[in-house]
Each structure stands twice: as C-alpha cells, then as structure tokens.
C-alpha cells in the first residue's frame, strides 16, 4: 500500500471526491426544487443536513448550481434509493 506524501507549508489537500444524491426539497415558502446535492463520498446525506456549514451544494434539474441554506429546507426527499418490491 503506498504511503500518503505528506504536504509542505502552503499546499491545499485535493478536494475529497463528491457524489450527487439526487433529491426532492421542499423549502420554507413552499418552494420544490429536483435535483441533486452534491455530498462527499465519505458522508451521508443525514450527515452533510447535520453539519455546522450553514449551506448545502446543490444541481438544479435544469443545470443551475445553488447553494442553498440549511435554515430554508423544510424536508428532503431522497429520489435515488431503491424502493421495496411490492408484495404481490
């Protein structure tokens, strides 16, 4: 396994690798938006709603990238998981 090079005075970590989690939120006011939130591949959903940073990263179906306030969503609604199979 290789070893990580360490960093020098004045070099940035690479950004962590994201994921896009594609969701339905509603926000205070009424407002729906379809799209996806952009979440490090190291957390979940649950975590990045939970974290002190007071915006999330999200694509807009339409393209548009927001960020969007913590304190404005009402629910998210998570479009990408599996459903159960019907029982039939």
């Given at each position: 396994?290789a070893?990580?090079?360490?960093?020098?005075?004045?070099?940035?970590?690479?950004?962590?690798?994201?994921a896009?989690?594609?969701?339905?939120?509603?926000?205070?006011?009424?407002?729906?938006?379809?799209?996806?939130?952009?979440?490090?591949?190291?957390?979940?959903?649950?975590?990045?709603?939970?974290?002190?940073?007071?915006?999330?990263?999200?694509?807009?179906?339409?393209?548009?990238k927001?960020?969007?306030?913590?304190?404005?969503?009402?629910?998210?609604?998570?479009?990408?998981?599996?459903?159960?199979?019907?029982?039939?």
């Amino acid at each position: 396994m290789a070893q990580p090079i360490p960093m020098t005075e004045g070099q940035v970590a690479p950004p962590a690798p994201k994921a896009r989690r594609a969701v339905r939120i509603h926000l205070l006011g009424g407002m729906v938006l379809e799209g996806n939130l952009v979440v490090p591949q190291t957390r979940s959903v649950h975590e990045l709603l939970n974290a002190p940073q007071p915006f999330v990263d999200f694509e807009a179906s339409n393209g548009n990238k927001l960020h969007i306030a913590k304190a404005s969503i009402q629910t998210v609604q998570m479009l990408d998981y599996p459903r159960p199979a019907a029982a039939g």
